[in-house]
């Protein structure tokens, strides 16, 4: 077996795990001997293939043969808010001069920053009575238009299967009949929904004691609303098998994919599926159709009335009309009673009604916003955007590749859904530990280690009395899988 890439991403995961020493083993059958089986290669990922998902990971030149994991086949990107220009200060440093020399790591903090240049804006923060106080763990700064992480920085991703489509109806209800799974939303008895959209809110007013989201007043609290009447008990999703599930919380979709042998995405993981195209994560355009389309120049107020001095105004109206051909957006119409369904819907579409992005992924942008996996239960993530959200932040939040929500994690609404990803199968390591058949039983043959053996190392007859040595005669070694920790590289 030739010698694998130092960079190799099983080494550094068995860096993570701790195992009793040699000279402990003898002493009790619970502890376990630090010997692997590694005589294995990994499986190689051009091998494996799921349903209605796609792979991404780095792929040799000709777009299709994918790396395997006796290299680095990772992803490497910028990741961020689509607002902020800055990325491209950042792309060669970042991207291109990998890995970063040591002298050079920005700090953890704040990644565009060195530490002795923190530590300098602290000082003079702190010289001018201004209080100096730590982040929460998991802070970051947001753009006030569509909520992407500012500023952008460069992240990298293992390799990891995604779900082409948002989880449906369908798919949910065979989840529920198989698991008799009951959603948060059933047990609470309400669920948001869309003041337009609720038949009890029709033509009302927040002075008539509707009761609204304290934070998004224009969704209300529907007794009775949940996935399979997702505008309360006088609707049902039956015309709608075929779009998003919605009115789950952050743990009814970490259970349908546990249920499925999948997880939810991390952050960085849908941003890379989001932004991917041509076989690498390159796409740093605002939207997923590309970059806005200019109009008219004019003047810069600050400056005067001069040909160097001006700034593009959007063609918002022509950037509508492309939006309405490769996402489910609420339009150029007034929030939230207008809409004119200028995309073909007033509330969620079809999962597979608009064109997928380059790397075949649908509702990247807009439908409903997807749970991520991490964050805290108070604030959990959201990615996509939704049927609510605009092109320019105007109302909610800015349709971007960037955008980006924190609700607490029992949140369910009318516009809020999820997909499931799934790590490629790695080598799987084995390592053994003493069993004593008296006490537990005998091992079947398969549980025996069947590896070299290392009583030597493990067990020092000659540092131990005569009835321990009798006692080691009754154990054997018991093979034992070597769980890996990591799913992610992000967390």
Same mark, same amino acid.
């Given at each position: ?215 998004? &007043? ?10 399979? *009447? ?70 810069? @107020?600050?400056?005067? &009335? ?25 339009? @150029?119409? *007034? ?157």
């Amino acid at each position: 077996m030739e010698d694998e890439d130092p960079r190799n991403a099983d080494k550094i995961v068995s860096n993570i795990f701790t195992h009793s020493s040699s000279g402990d083993s003898s002493s009790s059958s619970n502890k376990e001997a630090t010997t692997f089986d590694d005589s294995s290669a990994h499986p190689d990922p051009n091998d494996e293939e799921y349903p209605g998902m796609v792979y991404l990971g780095r792929m040799h030149s000709d777009g299709v043969t994918r790396h395997g994991f006796h290299t680095d086949n990772s992803l490497r990107y910028i990741f961020g808010t689509s607002f902020d220009a800055s990325h491209r200060e950042i792309e060669h440093a970042e991207l291109q001069h990998h890995p970063l020399h040591p002298d050079d790591i920005p700090d953890r903090a704040h990644p565009t920053e060195k530490r002795n240049h923190v530590l300098e804006r602290h000082k003079r923060d702190a010289a001018r009575g201004l209080k100096v106080t730590p982040k929460p763990h998991g802070f970051v700064e947001t753009h006030p238009l569509d909520g992407g992480v500012t500023p952008p920085r460069a992240v990298r991703v293992d390799p990891f299967f995604i779900d082409e489509t948002l989880v449906t109806n369908k798919h949910f209800a065979q989840f529920v009949k198989a698991t008799y799974h009951e959603t948060e939303a059933e047990k609470f008895g309400w669920s948001f929904v869309l003041i337009s959209f609720a038949a009890s809110a029709k033509n009302q007013t927040q002075s008539e004691n509707i009761e609204v989201d304290p934070h998004a &007043d224009n969704w209300v609290v529907v007794p009775g609303a949940y996935w399979r *009447q997702p505008e309360g008990p006088n609707s049902n999703y039956k015309m709608r098998e075929h779009h998003p599930v919605v009115h789950v919380s952050h743990r009814d979709a970490a259970e349908y994919c546990h249920w499925q042998g999948k997880r939810l995405p991390g952050e960085w993981e849908w941003e890379a599926a989001a932004r991917h195209t041509r076989g690498h994560v390159e796409n740093r355009t605002m939207f997923a159709w590309g970059e806005p389309h200019l109009g008219d120049f004019i003047p810069h @107020p600050d400056n005067g &009335d001069t040909e160097d001095h001006v700034v593009p105004v959007l063609d918002w109206t022509e950037e509508w009309n492309i939006a309405a051909k490769h996402a489910n957006l609420w339009g @150029p119409y *007034q929030f939230p009673f207008e809409n004119e369904a200028m995309d073909g819907w007033r509330g969620t579409s079809p999962v597979k009604y608009y064109p997928p992005n380059a790397a075949g992924i649908y509702d990247m942008t807009g439908n409903v916003w997807e749970w991520m996996r991490g964050g805290k239960h108070k604030a959990r993530i959201l990615r996509g955007a939704s049927y609510v959200d605009s092109l320019d932040g105007s109302f909610n939040h800015a349709a971007t590749l960037g955008a980006r929500e924190v609700v607490h994690g029992t949140t369910t609404a009318g516009h809020i859904g999820f997909r499931c990803v799934k790590s490629p199968k790695r080598k799987v390591k084995h390592h053994w530990k003493w069993h004593d058949e008296e006490e537990d039983g005998p091992l079947a043959e398969h549980e025996i280690w069947q590896g070299e053996d290392d009583d030597d190392d493990i067990f020092d007859s000659s540092e131990s009395t005569d009835e321990e040595s009798v006692d080691i005669k009754k154990k054997k070694k018991k093979k034992v899988q070597l769980k890996r920790e990591r799913l992610s590289s992000e967390l």
